[in-house]
């Protein structure tokens, strides 16, 4: 099953994924388990306005912490997902998803990497001819 | 052995001599790594788009491997990760369903869920391979004290890696360390992530990671970073100069693959390792 807001209930709050957080360390205003006890509340509309759950580096220290088993690093996915489908999403993320619609690859191989990777002696990369007409239409056509 | 290897988006244009030192060094353990067509991204980046989506690219990997009945080595810690997820995800019968649906819809096979994903580091960690190593060493690196850094994505999580090692006392990439004769130093910021993953949402935070990690190792005598890890290299490697800037230092620290250090001990050649590649010169 793909993770929803009520895989995060178990939640104690106790701050374990925050105090094991790399980003958190330097950057104050990322508090995982701030973000976690908002969607507790109901109050996921919150949580996606706010641009800290981007900074997240997926590490998934926290989720490896939690007590409570929760995972963290996959609930601040969904989190960006929804972000993303509401249009809220930084400018970063609809050019990521643009290229992979268009190449199924996030670094298209051009002819020129592929000529360096000849002269290195590795073998051609074939680019992916049409994109995935699936992906396509889950991530939506504009 | 035979195996599918994946190479995903970053490694066959960032990290040649990745590449290069693991087709390489593989061959030389017999390891068979057989290229497949049309795989494509991971799904990794696409879970901040849409989790269905990513899913669904990864099983499609998957699919391609294992209708060929083969396992899957892959070289980036992100993709094994994102896969190895997938493969604990999809046994949940309805997901896989749907999955199946879609891979219907492209025409490329079912999932079965009977396909391994490894990293090519945890079977060149295997004891049959480093005592081979031992025995073989041509070149001494007895005097080179190395710090490593194993990364997230190639521990974490622990679920989907099916918890072969510690992940707060990673063992295996030490194991190799150790087998070429090498020293490995112990730093206080070992676990910390390399930052490259929230690059585009906040660079000087990812900076200051690898520059703070690059300073812990300077500090305790490293000659060099071992990493495991297209991105990590990058965050280490590439963005060395303005990450040590971003914490008031400046270093020229060698970043080598483990990959790159097994083929140098047992003497194959700068070409076969691709070390010209390598962005901070290192003459050993």
């Known amino acids: 099953m793909l993770l929803s807001p009520n895989d995060a209930q178990s939640c104690l709050k106790c701050g374990k994924c925050t105090s094991g957080c790399d980003i958190n360390r330097l950057d104050p205003s990322f508090i995982p388990h701030r973000l976690i006890h908002l969607v507790t509340m109901g109050m996921v509309a919150d949580s996606i306005s706010e641009y800290s759950i981007w900074k997240c580096s997926t590490c998934f220290t926290c989720s490896e912490r939690c007590p409570q088993r929760i995972k963290v690093t996959e609930i601040l996915w969904m989190l960006k997902e929804k972000a993303f489908k509401e249009g809220k999403s930084p400018d970063f993320v609809s050019k990521q998803s643009e290229i992979i619609k268009t190449h199924a690859k996030l670094f298209p191989i051009s002819d020129k990497d592929n000529a360096r990777r000849q002269k290195a002696g590795l073998p051609v990369i074939e680019e992916y001819p049409d994109g995935l007409a699936n992906l396509r239409q889950i991530l939506g056509d504009k | 052995m035979d195996y599918a290897l994946y190479l995903g988006c970053a490694i066959p244009i960032k990290a040649l001599k990745y590449e290069l030192s693991a087709r390489n060094i593989a061959a030389r353990f017999g390891i068979n790594l057989i290229d497949l ?167 000087s935070i990812a900076y200051q990671l690898a520059g703070s990690k690059l300073k812990d190792i300077a500090e305790k005598g490293a000659d060099a970073l071992i990493v495991a890890c297209p991105s990590c290299c990058v965050a280490f490697e590439n963005n060395q100069k303005i990450a040590c800037k971003a914490v008031d230092t400046t270093l020229s620290m060698p970043v080598l693959y483990y990959t790159q250090l097994m083929g140098l001990a047992i003497g194959m050649s700068d070409k076969e390792l691709g070390f010209e590649f390598n962005r901070v010169a290192f003459k050993w």
């Open chain 2, 37 to 203: 067509k049309c795989f494509t991204c991971c799904g990794f980046p696409v879970k901040s788009m849409d989790n269905l989506a990513a899913l669904y690219l990864s099983a499609r990997n998957l699919v391609i491997a294992e209708s060929q009945g083969l396992d899957i080595v892959g070289l980036c810690s992100g993709c094994v990760a994102t896969l190895s997820e997938a493969i604990i995800m999809l046994e949940d019968i309805n997901l896989r369903k749907e999955i199946n649906g879609l891979l219907k819809k492209e025409g490329i096979g079912q999932y079965k869920g009977i396909l391994k994903v490894r990293h090519l580091a945890k079977i060149l960690s295997k004891d049959t391979i480093l005592e081979q190593i031992s025995n073989n060493i041509s070149f001494d690196l007895t005097n080179k004290c190395l710090a490593i850094h194993y990364g997230c994505h190639y521990l974490k999580p622990s679920e989907a890696h099916g918890k072969l090692e510690d992940v707060n006392r990673p063992t295996s990439i030490s194991k190799i360390v150790k087998a070429i004769g090498a020293k490995e130093i112990d730093y206080d910021l070992k676990s910390q992530c390399c930052g490259l993953t929230m690059m585009s949402a906040d660079e």
